[in-house]
């Protein structure tokens, strides 16, 4: 049985920082193995994460996010004007 830190401890097991960011600690080993994870440690061969560190890849990850950035929302930029093609020439 894995033993479980504190609720106010700084550093994260994989498990519990996968809880703490809603993921699946599967999701979490996937996303640390293509590099997009919030910075991570090995101590005593096992992974651990900050809080902070976690709040911070989860504060970036919102401001990315174009439901939650007026700024990146697609639907607030006028669409561009259609282009017409031109017209094809029958063959004689």
């Known amino acids: 049985m894995m033993e479980?830190?504190?609720?106010l401890s700084p550093v994260l097991s994989l498990e519990e920082a996968a809880a703490y960011i809603r993921r699946t600690p599967k999701a979490l080993r996937c996303l640390r193995e293509r590099r997009t994870a919030p910075a991570g440690f090995r101590t005593?061969?096992?992974?651990?994460?900050?809080?902070?560190?976690l709040d911070d890849w989860l504060a970036k990850h919102e401001?990315?996010?174009s439901r939650t950035n007026p700024a990146l929302d697609p639907?607030?930029?006028a669409p561009e004007p259609r282009r017409r093609r031109p017209a094809r020439q029958l063959a004689a």
């Open 75 to 77: 639907t607030r930029v």
């Open 63 to 65: 401001a990315q996010d």
């Open 4 to 7: 479980s830190s504190s609720p």
């Open 44 to 53: 005593g061969g096992r992974v651990m994460f900050r809080r902070a560190e």
